[in-house]
Structure formats: C-alpha cells, structure tokens
C-alpha cells in the first residue's frame, strides 16, 4: 500500500488531528529561534516586538479573505499552498539583516496563518458535525503537540547552534512533504446545515461574537506571551542554557497538549462552564507563579501551569462560534479569530515595550486583569452544544 493510499484510508478525524499537527509543527519553529534572531539581528525587546506585528498584521489581512478564499479554491488548496509558504517565508525572515526586513518577512508567513486558521478549525468544525461527537479540543491538542514538537526541535537546533536558515529549511521540507501525502486527495467535509449560505469577506462581529471573544482574551494573551517571550524570560532573568531556557515553551505546549487531548471528555461529561471556570484558576495560577518566580523552576512550573490553562479556552470558543446558525460557520469562524488573534499576535509583540520599559515579569502581569474578564464572561459559551445534542441534531 503507498503512502497515498495509506493516507486516504484514515478515519476522517485523524486527518482533522494531522492537519492541526502540521500546522502547528510549520508555525512554531520560528519561536524557539526568536532568541537568536534577536542576538542576530542586535534588537531590544520593544524593537523585537515591533517587528513580530508583521506576523499581525497579515493574518489580519489574510483573515478579511480567508471565507472567500475557501469558497473559492476550496480548503485543500488553502492548505497544501499555505503550509510551505509559512515555512518559506520563515527561512527568509532568518536572513533578515535588520528589523523592518524581518517584519515585512512575517507580513506574508501571516498572511499563510490567517487562511490555515480559519481551514482547520472549519474542517473540525464540520466533521465533529459529521461524526455527532465533539473532535475540537482533540484537535487543538495535535496543535499543541505540533507545538512541542518545534519547541523540542528548536531547542536542540539552538543548542547546538544549528544555523537558523537550515533549522527552518528542514521544518519546511518536513511538514511539507507530510502535507502533500496526507492532504494531495483530501475531501473536505460537508458544511453544516445553516440558516444563511452566502460569505462575505469581512463580517463585522455580532454581540455574541464579541462576547466570546472577550472570554478567549486572556488565554491568547497568555499562549502568545508564553510563545514570543517565554524563552527570552528565562534566558533574562536566569542565564541558563539554551535548551533549559526552551523547556519554557516545551512544557507549556506538552501541558496544553496533554489537557486537550482529554477535554472532550471532560466537557461531555462537566458541559463547558466547569471546564472553562477550572481553566481559568489554572491560568491564573500560571500567570501568577510567572510573575512573581523566585527562581527557574517556580517560573517553569508557572508557564506549564498557563499551558494547561489555555488548553480548552479557544477550542471551545471556535466551536460555539461555529455552530451559531446565524451566519455561515466560516464566517463566525474568521470573525471570531479576527478579534482573537488581534491578541494572540499583536498584544504579545507590543508587550516588549512593557518589557524594555519595566520587566517581561511586567509583561505577563498585565493579563492578570484579563483573567478576571474572562471569568466573567464564562457565559458566553452556555450554547454550545453537549454531545447529545450535536447527535440529536444530526438524526435530524
């Protein structure tokens, strides 16, 4: 049997995991190495934070488009073309001699996350629909495995001084090789049935959508901080080796992994609130210890802890912005994950003035608030569906 055949005969939901996988593995190894591009590029944090709003700046843009785009040329195509052009334009950013070639760099590798975000969180969506049981978090925890993946490449690639062009030429070759044999004949999934058919390229967020958005608030800032600046946290504050200073960002995808991939269950058996409330303890919890962390391991413990507390927050947001009926799913999809990575990928960046200004223990303090919020707007996702129904409404 050849490896096309092999991939095809997959059950439809570990196509959904591996796409997740790919994904992440693809965009996560440019965080391991932000440590070094600063070195290389000689930047302060503020300067470094200003150059990561490319990355902001065309996912937004790719997101105004992304729901057309898929109509259009369908979500295999998105994903066999945006995988390795996030990976090429990474290979490019590692030439970058100052920090506007950098940032005009990760303005096209954003423009490649704004079009594979909204896909595979479309593909999961529908065929959790599909299947009648929840895939979502599941998948996210593939993503987050994909995370750890490059984190735990990017460290040894960073230990052992692994130029950062080749580091990222082979993650490029890698997922996309295991793209073309997983996705060369993929189907997509059917839509789920919805009360509107028509997509627009940019859907100004309804009241709902906003609220959702601000309980995902402090879980992006968190997962975005711990991303762009756990690594150079720890090298900061306790001149550790570079793999010790990588586990910051290893064990906060492993926790966020290991959480994932058991949520399902947990949300089927404790509905989403309980879930969602005991996510936020935990996230708070990190946040805290990261602050506050007297040495390496209280800091190490606390991005886990942040990890763990993310886990649920976003996959559960996306799937009660996918199954609103009242527009199509791509649409509450991109509108959703508009107003969410303004802070997953611009707050973060910005956080280096905060970090130049003052400290990165200052940086991560600033989502304690968000926090709060996001306790308080727990609500926000009372519709989304338990198991049951999801299986109800498709019997129908």
């Not at 609220?211 to 711990?226: K, P, Q, R, V």
Request: net charge positive; proline share 4%.
């Amino acid at each position: 049997m050849t490896s096309m055949n092999f991939a095809q005969q997959l059950p439809a939901q570990v196509k959904v995991y591996m796409m997740f996988f790919i994904y992440a593995l693809a965009l996560g190894s440019i965080y391991p190495r932000l440590g070094d591009l600063q070195i290389k590029l000689q930047l302060q944090e503020a300067a470094l934070g200003l150059s990561l709003l490319g990355f902001a700046l065309g996912t937004q843009l790719s997101l105004f488009v992304a729901s057309s785009l898929i109509t259009k040329y369908g979500s295999k195509n998105i994903l066999l073309c945006s995988v390795p052009l996030l990976g090429l334009t990474f290979c490019v950013a590692s030439l970058a001699v100052n920090g506007w070639y950098f940032f005009l760099s990760l303005l096209f590798s954003g423009l490649a996350i704004g079009a594979l975000e909204v896909v595979v969180n479309l593909e999961a969506d529908r065929t959790e629909y599909k299947l009648g049981r929840r895939i979502m978090n599941r998948a996210h925890a593939f993503w987050s495995f994909g995370f750890f993946s490059a984190g735990v490449l990017g460290a040894g690639a960073s230990q052992w001084q692994v130029p950062i062009f080749w580091h990222f030429l082979m993650i490029t070759l890698l997922s996309g090789a295991l793209c073309i044999i997983l996705f060369k004949n993929y189907s997509p999934a059917d839509p789920r049935p919805s009360s509107s058919n028509s997509t627009k390229n940019f859907v100004l967020p309804s009241r709902a959508i906003v609220f959702i958005c601000l309980f995902t608030l402090s879980a992006m800032l968190l997962e975005g901080a711990g991303a762009d600046w756990s690594i150079i946290f720890m090298r900061d504050n306790f001149s550790l080796s570079p793999f010790i200073n990588g586990l910051a960002f290893i064990l906060g995808a492993l926790s966020q992994a290991t959480c994932r991939f058991f949520a399902d269950a947990l949300v089927d058996k404790f509905g989403p609130l309980k879930v969602c409330r005991a996510s936020i303890i935990t996230l708070a919890a990190g946040a805290l210890l990261i602050t506050f962390s007297p040495d390496a391991s209280t800091a190490l413990l606390g991005f886990t802890l942040a990890g763990a507390g993310t886990a649920c927050i976003f996959p559960l947001a996306m799937s009660a912005a996918a199954q609103r009926t009242d527009r199509p799913a791509a649409s509450n999809l991109a509108s959703l994950a508009q107003l969410s990575f303004v802070v997953f990928l611009l707050a973060p960046p910005l956080l280096g003035y905060v970090a130049e200004a003052l400290s990165l223990r200052h940086s991560y303090a600033i989502a304690l608030p968000l926090i709060i919020m996001s306790w308080f707007s727990v609500s926000a996702l009372g519709f989304t569906q338990p198991q049951s129904d999801i299986k109800a409404a498709k019997s129908t």
